[in-house]
Nanobody
């Protein structure tokens, strides 16, 4: 049973930084992709960033480029999302997800999800 646990969310002032972590267990993820999504109140869940376990190839939503960095620690089976320059519009519940194969920006493409971690950015 694949299990994902996010941590690192919290309250931060505009312009601040946070690092989210996603610990993954219950499988061998050699050919898997990992991603971070977010869902703001009243809005649909949206893709933020993705990474391939094998190659480390990354992909970012336009809103994340230049501010967020996704990385993975294969030995620890953990994926990180370093966020800087946070703005109030970044306020959302952030979810990590995993799937076999490549990165896909569509929510329905992802198989396993964590429970989410709240990020709140005050102005």
């Amino acid at each position: 049973q694949v299990h994902l646990v996010e941590s690192g969310g919290g309250l931060v002032q505009a312009g601040g930084s946070l690092r989210l972590s996603c610990a993954v267990s219950g499988g061998i993820f050699t050919n898997y992709a990992m991603a971070w999504f977010r869902q703001a109140p009243g809005k649909e869940r949206e893709f933020v960033a993705g990474i391939l376990w094998n190659s480390g190839y990354t992909s970012y939503a336009d809103s994340a480029k230049g501010r967020f960095n996704i990385s993975r620690d294969n030995a620890q089976n953990t994926v990180y999302l370093q966020m800087k320059g946070l703005q109030p519009e970044d306020t959302a519940v952030y979810y990590c997800a995993t799937k076999l194969g490549g990165i896909n920006i569509k929510v329905v493409a992802w198989t396993y999800w964590g429970q989410g971690t709240q990020v709140t950015v005050s102005s």
